[in-house]
């Protein structure tokens, strides 16, 4: 579903989700849990890539100017 939706700058394109749920049959009942659901996977990272991202924000050899 984020690929139909996807603007190619990391966010979204919120006007293409009435087409894709139309696409994919989604009922109009359940798409603000698609939603949510979409939006939970999108933003999940697992703990190891977490705490990666988090000592590279910390090191100041990482900083780029």
């Keep these: 579903m984020w690929n139909f939706i996807?603007?190619?700058a990391g966010g979204c394109d919120?006007?293409?989700l009435e087409l894709a749920i139309a696409h994919?049959?989604?009922a109009p009942a359940d798409v603000p849990a698609l939603v949510?659901?979409?939006l939970v996977?999108?933003?999940h990272r697992p703990p190891e890539?977490?705490?990666a991202e988090?000592?590279?924000r910390l090191d100041p050899s990482?900083?780029?100017e």
Aim: glycine share 12%; charged share 25%; net charge positive.
């Design 6 to 8: 996807a603007n190619g």
């Design 14 to 16: 919120w006007g293409a």
């Design 24 to 26: 994919v049959g989604v």
């Design 36 to 38: 949510e659901r979409v």
């Design 41 to 43: 996977i999108k933003a």
């Design 49 to 51: 890539r977490r705490e």
């Design 54 to 56: 988090a000592s590279s």
């Design 62 to 64: 990482t900083l780029t």
